[in-house]
């Protein structure tokens, strides 16, 4: 098996992981919904411990990803776009990667400095290893407001770049994403 991507083709883990973290994420997104409108205190605190879980599980893939993202070659792009157009979504993606790393940490940082640890599932919990202080606090959640806002509009624009590929260009980018072989 192909365990790195090379010039020509994502390996199979890559694209494994790929949807694996665009699935936690989307399960972490819906999970905060239920947290939201769960009128029992018991289900709200086990949605959330769930949430935790997957936010861990999403930050450990989440490294390898990052690391496996640049320390690789990124295979040549589907098509002929211009080289802007390359530089921007490879760029878009290692920053994508990267604040999969960064925003799980912004989260335990700012419930460590709460002075709350992180609960998750049969009883297990992350640590709070910071001091607790209301101005870290603060200053943890304005850099996790800036990074969260800056992934969404990130995140938009990848998926407007998957999206302009298959229907406007009708490339196989996505196909690719989802595993199809492509000669290129
Ligand atoms: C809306 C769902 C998503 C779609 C449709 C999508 C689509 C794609 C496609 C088509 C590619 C291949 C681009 C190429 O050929 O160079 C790609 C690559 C990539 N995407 Fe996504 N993506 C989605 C969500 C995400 C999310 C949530 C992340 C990270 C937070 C992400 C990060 C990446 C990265 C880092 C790559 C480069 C390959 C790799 O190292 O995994 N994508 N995506």
């Known amino acids: 098996m192909q365990l790195r991507d090379n010039g020509l083709r994502f390996s199979p883990i ?3 992981l790929h949807w694996v973290v665009a699935f936690s994420l989307l399960s972490i ?9 769960a009128t029992d205190q018991a289900a709200q605190m086990e949605f959330a411990r769930l949430q935790n879980l997957i936010g ?17 070659y990124h295979p040549l792009p589907v098509g002929t776009p211009n080289p802007i157009e ?7 993606a290692v920053a994508l990667a990267l604040a999969m790393v960064l925003l799980p940490i912004a989260v335990w940082a700012s419930r460590s400095t709460a ?20 101005t870290l606090k603060q200053i943890v959640d304005v850099l996790f407001d800036i990074g969260a806002s800056l992934f969404l509009v990130g995140l938009a624009l990848h998926s407007f770049g998957a999206v302009k590929n298959h229907f406007l260009l009708k490339n196989d980018s996505l196909k690719r994403m989802l595993g199809k072989h492509v000669e290129l």
């Open 14 to 16: 890559t694209v494994a």
């Open 115 to 134: 002075g709350e640890a992180t609960d998750l599932p049969w009883g297990f919990s992350i640590p709070a290893l910071l001091p607790a202080s209301q």
């Open 29 to 37: 997104l819906c999970l905060q919904g239920f947290i939201a409108h």
């Open 86 to 92: 390359v530089i921007i979504s490879r760029s878009v």
């Open 56 to 72: 861990l599980v999403l930050f450990l893939v989440s490294i390898y990803r990052f690391w496996a993202r640049i320390t690789a």
